[in-house]
């Protein structure tokens, strides 16, 4: 079967910097996307990050300049590098893997496979 499982969040002070990492098993990224999204209480699910399968990346206007996709093929792992967080970043952050080309956008309808979220919280 399918997993991904994100790890690698935490608690920082605003201005500070996590990287989250995303692993699959059961499943190989090749050619297809991973996308990072986020919620927070109360609110939608939003596209933060995504490396695409074509190897183009999407972020945000928010994260823009301050989060960074990088990808292992070896590990089958694709990490978000944030950096300068802000306490609206705060959120449940999740993983999850789509079929191009709908997931080249940032929706949660095109993403198949999901992680169980990992919880970043910024304080100020």
């Known amino acids: 079967s399918v997993q991904l499982a994100e790890s690698g969040g935490g608690s920082v002070q605003s201005g500070g910097s996590l990287r989250l990492s995303c692993a699959a098993s059961g499943y190989t990224y090749s050619s297809d996307c991973v996308g990072w999204f986020r919620q927070a209480p109360g609110k939608e699910r939003e596209g933060v990050a995504i490396?695409?399968?074509?190897?183009?990346?999407y972020y945000a206007d928010s994260v823009k300049g301050r989060f960074t996709l990088s990808r292992d093929n070896a590990k089958n792992t694709v990490d978000l590098q944030m950096n300068s967080l802000k306490p609206e970043d705060t959120s449940l952050y999740y993983c999850?893997?789509?079929?191009?080309?709908?997931?080249?956008?940032?929706?949660?309808?095109?993403?198949?496979?999901w992680g169980q979220g990992t919880q970043v919280t910024v304080s100020s």
């Open positions: 490396w695409r399968g074509d190897g183009t990346t």
């Open positions: 999850a893997a789509g079929r191009m080309p709908a997931c080249r956008y940032p929706s949660t309808q095109w993403y198949n496979y």
